[in-house]
């Protein structure tokens, strides 16, 4: 998830209650739409620090673990327009140095709206694509215009200004209509198809309007916005990107089509109350949190008056989510409601906070606050201009980078996690309870994961998932046991071989057991590591199209 929290201010606060009722965190951070500014703000919400940053903010910007902004630009020249185009996603330092500025933007695509920092230092990105009045109606269109549905990419950074898109998913890949038999995409009832969206809702050009993507480590999963729908979505990132173009695949077992939708029934023919009126900010509330697991949005027009900030409990069924034949999704009605201060027709995002508080921005206005548990307002401050977005971090997130993400390797009957300080071990999703060692041995087949923190215990991490018994080739989570490296133990040579290598672009990466990359190269397959001191690294190779899968190497110079 992209809200990332301090293990040591939870535990303080879960110990030591009188203070729940005051503001968490040190800084709050937000740049205003349209600016060249990043300003944090300090407890008493003076300015701590800005940025002068090049390009103006399209829509969302983020500090990630370190003090490394993450932003959207508003591109000039781009193809697309409305509302927030981007084109532009920026990496920069804590001194205003720009690491990675990548332009995603041609006449057939062009990026919008929100983005999302991975754990793995990737990047999704919410982007319009291009379809001629000619596609939309051979989809199955009742009207034909040409049409700007959304897909989403997911983009490795591999220099100062260039990127790979090494996963995506179109919303194109997953249409329905029962209105001609005669063109592609029909079913008898949409309503029967909650996994599909409707192309006769709300036909327009800037049709779905995506606004607000989020990522969920522990489920490989991501949720997204929709203005035009009124809805939140669930899709599976697990896949490759092929299985996201279909209808099975990924740990969910359908591919990429829509796991979960909340919000707005009407939208795929159901009968039943439509809770929210123009929606921004989906996303999972993050371990460490009250709540953890479920899904907030801002909901605009909550009310007549005031937008409020709505929040959902999923049922789900390993990586599913339970719904009763022939009714929408569950629950009903939001589970939880605030009320804000406040009503912004357009943008506007929350974020829950450890202590049980939570962060209010009502974009429009300006107006950013703070309340607790109990809805007492702490502290508000009202800047001039439109804040999409803005967010709380602690002196430990801003200051020190993640921690190294974990990896998984089979020894015989356990399941070994890289060294950490703590451990905590999930299956399909789900936390196993009293399973905190460094080795857990498994009982049964599934996705094993493991969550560590480093030795400061200021963040989790959370190791890609380690797909146990199921398959015998390369998966998308890697790690499975297939022999692709040879000799091992190794005097310090070894060759990676997979069949039909040649055929493919791929990565190796060559990682120590503090986590660090020793070596990151692409369509290489030969090795020499005699010069390194003898012990056990990882070698994680990445196939373009198929998936990733780790071994641990033993290099030792008596091997033989």
Known sequence: MKKLFTIATWLYVLFMSPVIAQQWGDYTFYSLMGSSSGVLLDTNQQVYKTWSFTGKTGYSSYILPGGIVLRTVARTGNSFSGGPICGQVQKVDWNGNILWDYVYSTTEYCSHHDICGMPNGNVLLIAYELKSATEVSAAGSNTSIVMWPDKIVEIKPTGLTTGEVVWEWHAWDHLVQDVNPAKANYKPAVKDHPELLNINYKTAKDWMHMNGIDYNPILDQIAFSSRTFSEWFVIDHSTTTAEAASHSGGNAGKGGDILFRWGNPVAWGQTGTAVLNVSHDAHWIPEGVPNAGNLVGFNNNGTTSFSTIDQIKPVMNGYNYVREPGL???????????????????????????????????????????????????????????????????????????????????????????????????????????????????????????????????????????????????????????????????????????????????????????????????????????????????????????????????LNANSI
Not at 352 to 362: D, E, F, H
Not at 390 to 410: E, G, L, M, R
């Open 328 to 554: 929408p999704y569950g629950p009903n009605t939001y589970d939880f409601r605030h009320v804000a201060n406040g009503k912004t027709s357009n943008m506007g995002n929350s974020l829950q906070l450890p202590n049980g508080n939570m962060l209010v921005c009502i974009a429009l206005s300006g107006k950013i606050y703070e309340i607790n548990a109990a809805g007492t307002q702490l502290w508000t401050k009202t800047v001039t201009g439109s804040v999409a977005q803005a967010f709380k971090y602690d002196t430990c997130h801003v200051k020190y980078p993640a921690p190294p993400i974990p990896s998984i390797t089979q020894e015989g009957t356990e399941l070994k996690a890289s060294s950490a300080s703590t451990y905590q071990w999930y299956k399909d999703g789900v936390q196993i309870s009293s399973a905190n060692l460094q080795t857990f041995a498994p009982t049964s087949n599934g996705v094993y994961l493991v969550r560590t923190t480093d030795e400061r215990g200021c963040k989790y991490s959370y190791s890609p998932g380690f797909k146990l018994g199921t398959s015998t080739g390369i998966s998308k989570y890697g790690l499975n046991q297939k022999a692709f490296l040879y000799p091992n133990p190794s005097t310090g040579l070894f060759v990676i071989d997979y069949p039909e290598l040649n055929k493919y672009e791929y990565q190796v990466e060559i990682i120590g057991l503090n986590g660090q990359i020793i070596t990151q190269v692409s369509n290489i397959n030969q090795f020499d590591l005699s010069g390194l001191d003898n012990g056990f690294y990882f070698v994680n190779l990445h196939i373009n199209g198929l998936g990733s899968a780790s071994i641990k190497l033993i």
